[in-house]
Structure formats: C-alpha cells, structure tokens
C-alpha cells in the first residue's frame, strides 16, 4: 500500500521560509511523478508544482513561481517544497500527490494516484 505522509509545515510570519517534505512508502518512488497542491479556507484545492519522475522537469503555479521551489530525493523517497518569502496568502493545507500513470508532473488533481492528508501552513503578517 502507498502511503504519502508530509510533514514541516507550520506558523511563520510573512517573508519567512518552510520547507515541507513528503515521504512516499510503499512503491518504488521512481516510479511516480509527484505534484504538491494547497487548499485555503473556503477555496478548491490548487495545484501548486509538480516535478517528473527524474527531476528533470519542474513545473510552477504562477502564483508561486519565483518563491516556491519542488525537488525529489529519489534515494530518500521523498519530495520537498522549499517557500520562501511566504505571504499570509499563502495560508493553507499543503498536500503532495503521486502519479503512476504519467512520467512529468501534472496540473490536475485527477491524473494523481495518492495523496497525503496534509500539512498546514499558516502565515501571519
């Protein structure tokens, strides 16, 4: 069984930086493209990066592009997403998805496999 357990977030203040990370069990996580999402208070769930299986590929929100930053470890089965310079609109449950189905990342919610429950991330300003 796949499992997806996140973990770092927490309550910063505006400008500052998280990293969250993402360990996936379960399966070889070579074999998954991953994707990180965020859900706010009262909002959908949006996508936020994606990375493809090699690290190769990057993908980025325009919202986040420029502050946010996803990577893998292969080795460690694990994705990251580095957040710097935070802003209180960046408030939300943060979640990592994995993707068997397709080699790069994705921008939708339905081309992922398995989730995460979640890491909150609170920015006050």
């Known amino acids: 069984q796949v499992q997806l357990v996140e973990s770092g977030g927490g309550l910063v203040q505006a400008g500052d930086s998280l990293r969250l990370s993402c360990v996936v069990s379960g399966r070889a996580f070579n074999r998954y493209s991953m994707g990180w999402f965020r859900q706010a208070p009262g909002k959908e769930r949006e996508f936020v990066a994606a990375v493809d299986r090699s690290a190769s590929v990057t993908d980025y929100a325009d919202s986040t592009k420029g502050r946010l930053t996803i990577s893998r470890d292969n080795a460690k089965s694990t994705v990251y997403l580095q957040m710097n310079s935070l802003k209180p609109e960046d408030t939300a449950v943060y979640y990592c998805?994995?993707?068997?189905?397709?080699?790069?990342?994705?921008?939708?919610?339905?081309?992922?496999?398995?989730w995460g429950q979640g890491t909150q991330v609170t920015v006050s300003s």
């Open positions: 998805a994995a993707s068997v189905r397709l080699y790069t990342g994705s921008r939708q919610e339905d081309n992922y496999d398995y």
